[in-house]
């Protein structure tokens, strides 16, 4: 199993910055494919984007292709969102997911493993 805790969070201006970090207990994060997932007051769970295990290889949803880029550290067992030019609609809890097996994962169920979430707020 793996435990995952999300931070990086915060309030921050439209066009501005922020990265989140989720890190991995208990087993190497390098193991699973690691998805990034966000949930904004009375909506559902949105993808946001994936890294896979294997290769690294990234997918976002296309809302946000070109502004967030997921990477790794696997040393400190560490995958990160890099959130640039926010808008307003991206305000929401952040969750960071893991699952066993890489593919094209977009949706929530596939993902065993959830961190407990890290609020962004985007002001315009």
């Known amino acids: 199993q793996v435990q995952l805790v999300e931070s990086g969070g915060g309030l921050v201006q439209a066009g501005g910055s922020l990265r989140l970090s989720c890190t991995a207990s208990g087993r190497t994060a390098s193991t699973y494919l690691m998805g990034w997932f966000r949930q904004a007051p009375g909506k559902a769970r949105e993808f946001v984007g994936f890294l896979w295990a294997s290769n690294s290889y990234t997918y976002y949803t296309d809302s946000v292709k070109g502004r967030f880029t997921i990477s790794r550290d696997s040393a400190k067992n560490t995958v990160y969102l890099q959130m640039n030019n926010l808008k307003p609609e991206d305000t929401a809890v952040y969750y960071c997911?893991?699952?066993?097996?890489?593919?094209?994962?977009?949706?929530?169920?596939?993902?065993?493993?959830w961190g407990h979430g890290t609020q962004v707020t985007v002001s315009s």
């Open positions: 997911a893991a699952r066993l097996g890489d593919g094209v994962v977009t949706t929530a169920q596939y993902y065993a493993y």
